[in-house]
């Protein structure tokens, strides 16, 4: 009986610490879904481009002893100016129609921001400043680690502010526009490439959030990070439905959620391949995600 309550609740307590965290794949999955809603691409540099964001802010705290906050604000810009020049490097010049062409530019990006960061950091993990990281919420047998509660609400208060932005604001309408009806929206006087490379650095602004929140939570930063901070957020992006923001908000708390708990009961080893298996569950079962629409041809 005692068993079975201790599993009870280190599975509660999984399940809350994968939650917390899940913002931040949130976040990553947001991102991938606004720039494949804007242009119907995929962006394969989005993780290493908001993981780069967090090694400028870290770079500003150890160079010039930045405060955490300035540090954070340093990666938001950092990778919306990354964001930038990814969009016209791999999408700006290369034809519309060509879809594969600016897959494998953007896949090209990726490595190449990568080699940066290995390049400049001798790919040897950093130590990221965290806020709260000392603090402990007791719940009855349950504990809220501070540092995951920041992170927590930070996301969230991203989250509401790219829903104002996108459904209260000039740029969000022609946003929605391009991404609905890019001919009509040029008709109606809308530039389409300032609108598409406004939403990069949205994204951009985004993906700062995360990566630096992923750094503020795990406390390192490592370019050994950046391949599976892409697969995850490729996994929330498809579950979550592409094109879905709230389908890669909900997507991005269960895989967090659920890699928790199969980190508990299956151990490090094991846990990113029942994720996976989660991927082929949905592609099977619901291939269009949580809450996307069946396209139909017309």
Known sequence: MDDIVFYTVEIIQSIIDGV?????????????????????????????????????????????????????????????????????????YIPVEDHLAALMA?????????????????ASPLTFPALFDDVMFELGPFGIRGDLLFVFAVSLISMAALWYVLYRTRLGLATRAVSQQGIAAQLCGIDIHRTNGTTFVVAGMLGGVAGSMIGASVGILSPLLTLPITIKGLIVTVIGGLGSIPGAIVAGFLVGALENVFLFVRGVNERDMYIMLLLFVFLVFRPHGIFSRRAERD
């Open 106 to 122: 953007s896949v090209g990006a990726l490595f190449f921001i990568d080699e940066i960061v290995i390049h400049a950091t001798n």
């Open 20 to 92: 917390l965290f899940g913002s931040t794949y949130a976040l990553i999955g947001i991102g991938f879904t606004l720039i494949f809603g804007a242009m119907h691409k995929l962006n394969m540099t989005y993780a290493a481009a908001s993981l780069a964001g967090a090694y400028i802010g870290l770079a500003f705290f150890t160079l010039f002893d930045a405060p955490v906050m300035l540090v954070f604000l340093a990666a938001i810009v950092g990778s919306a100016g990354i964001g930038l020049i990814v969009y016209y490097i791999c999408f700006r």
